[in-house]
């Protein structure tokens, strides 16, 4: 069994920096794939970022290209997402999720299918006033 807890979320001011961190227990993650997801009030949950499990191979949802990054400190089975220049439509629960088979090649498409993933998260919240 994995479990996966986010933090630091919080609320912030429109341009500013968050990084959130995804730390599992149970397992180590080093193997898999993670991925990124988020869900504003109202809107269904959407792909935001993922990486290998190699961390060689990065994704992101064009609404956060060139503002996003994911990363992974397997020592610490951590993925982190750095956010920077935050918008008010960024406002959501962010969650992380891992893919479900270890050391497996993952398109980017397959990322973004929820799915793929076995683990989530319970979510921590980012808002972004304006």
């Known amino acids: 069994q994995v479990q996966l807890v986010e933090s630091g979320g919080g609320l912030v001011q429109a341009g500013d920096s968050l990084r959130l961190s995804c730390t599992a227990s149970?397992?180590?993650?080093?193997?898999?794939?993670m991925g990124w997801f988020r869900q504003a009030p109202g809107k269904e949950r959407e792909f935001v970022a993922g990486i290998s499990w190699s961390g060689v191979s990065t994704y992101y949802a064009d609404s956060v290209k060139g503002r996003f990054t994911i990363s992974r400190d397997n020592a610490k089975n951590t993925v982190y997402l750095q956010m920077n220049s935050l918008k008010p439509e960024d406002t959501a629960v962010y969650y992380c999720?891992?893919?479900?088979?270890?050391?497996?090649?993952?398109?980017?498409?397959?990322?973004?299918?929820?799915?793929?993933?076995?683990?989530w998260g319970q979510g921590t919240q980012v808002t972004v006033s304006s």
């Open positions: 149970g397992r180590s993650i080093s193997s898999y794939g």
């Open positions: 999720a891992r893919l479900k088979e270890s050391r497996r090649y993952y398109s980017s498409s397959n990322f973004h299918t929820e799915a793929l993933y076995d683990y």
